[in-house]
């Protein structure tokens, strides 16, 4: 009875501590990126940080301390069986609604350039809807899991609206609440992503965007009826929205104003050639390309690193995916697989975006550079997502 009791105490020790080997591919990439990202940020913010604070540093500092704090969170993590999540799905659910919440409709959460994004602690700023990227990832991971176990995966209304039930939420919160568009598209997106790698079927989603188009023209016409629009009103709409489509097909027709930013990336592309100017050797971050630490950090390393340099970064991201890929399809469970496919469109989808950002190609939007873009709290909470990845890994099928 004695020796059994020992057996079942080991035994719970195993599941919560996952050994095995991880996946060393990943690992090293994660780290190339994470120190090719803190020496840009160096490069990049130096003459802004001066011209701020007097101090070159400031904002290195403040995102190698947060590098520092999410390697350790990644190893800690990694090591933690992947599994117990699971058991806490429901409490992640709320716990981060509940944040979110705080963050745009209370006191609490702090206002910057119109949006409502931030809880201050008083040692530092905290951005809930980073950790709720991957607090939803790990429960929508959870619930299409368990219904993929009952096989109610392909049915319309167990295993596509239900999960559609559960977002809704968090898109009225995230684009609402706190006009986070981007966030909103791309938590939308990796849900998405994992009901299709779940076995929800392909006419499900066209269906549900058909109804959701004929449902939203037929709103805009009845509440047009009811609630008839200004003429001057609409005019000047429809010309805010002409303008930001035309600065977006051509930045020039607005050089000085909402077309600033994006001319002065493609400067900074432009500039770099080939082979880039060199480390530090950067024109455009000096006070014309705005934060270039933030989102616009590709700029800075397309100039300093030109197209060869822009290549190594895309094949580096790329590498991750491709391993990302392969964990999911050799995870040892449904819960694992989602996880693992949510982690990876994740980091997959924010570096796509933001690079297509900056080269114009898509409209501007907040979506930074994953390991790249300063900010501590996605820094943190990328890496320890990064954990959970490398932990899945570890127990992933031999094939």
């Given amino acids: 009875m004695a020796q059994k009791d020992k057996r079942d105490k080991k035994e719970k020790r195993i599941t919560f501590f996952t050994r095995g080997s991880m996946d060393y591919i990943i690992l090293t990439v994660v780290l190339i990126i994470l120190a090719c990202g803190l020496i840009m940020v160096l490069s990049a913010s130096a003459p802004s940080s001066l011209s701020e604070s007097g101090d070159s540093y400031k904002y290195f500092r403040k995102q190698a301390g947060a590098a520092g704090l999410g390697i350790v969170a990644m190893f800690v993590v990694s090591k933690i069986d992947y599994r117990i999540y699971k058991k806490f799905n429901w409490i992640i659910y709320i716990v981060v609604i509940v944040l979110l919440a705080i963050t745009a409709y209370t006191p609490l959460g702090m206002e910057d350039k119109g949006a409502k994004r931030w809880l201050n602690l008083g040692f530092g ?38 999960p559609m039930v559960f977002l809704a939420p968090i898109v009225v919160i995230v684009y609402k609440g706190q006009n986070h568009l981007s966030a909103t598209l791309l938590i939308a997106a990796i849900t998405c992503v994992q009901m299709f790698v779940a076995g929800v079927p392909l006419r499900h989603f066209i269906v549900a965007g058909v109804a959701g188009v004929i449902g939203f023209l037929s709103y805009k016409g009845i509440d047009g009826y009811l609630h008839p629009i200004d003429p001057a009103e609409a005019a000047q709409k429809e010309s805010f929205r002409e303008g930001r489509m035309k600065v977006w097909k051509d930045p020039f027709s607005d050089p000085t104003g909402k077309g600033w930013q994006i001319i002065q990336s493609l400067y900074a592309i432009a500039s770099g050639s080939l082979f880039g100017l060199g480390f530090g050797e950067s024109r455009q971050k000096y006070l014309y390309l705005p934060e270039p630490h933030n989102d616009f950090i590709f700029s800075v390393v397309a100039e300093e690193t030109g197209f060869f340099g822009c290549v190594m970064v895309i094949l580096l991201f790329a590498i991750f995916v491709w391993r990302g890929i392969i964990i999911a399809m050799k995870s040892s469970d449904t819960f694992g697989s989602l996880i693992a496919i949510g982690i990876t469109v994740l980091i ?15 409209p501007v939007t907040g979506m930074p550079l994953p390991f790249f873009s300063y900010g501590g709290t996605a820094l943190v909470v990328n890496l320890a997502t990064v954990g959970i990845l490398l932990n899945i890994s570890r127990s992933c099928k031999q094939k």
């Fill in 348 to 362: 997959g989808l924010q570096t796509i975006v933001n690079i297509a950002v900056v080269t114009g190609t898509i």
């Fill in 125 to 162: 700023n905290f951005q809930p809807s980073e950790l709720a990227k991957t607090g939803f990832i790990i429960f929508f991971a959870s619930l299409l899991a368990d219904i993929k176990k009952s096989g109610n995966i392909k049915k319309f209304l167990k295993g596509f609206v239900l």
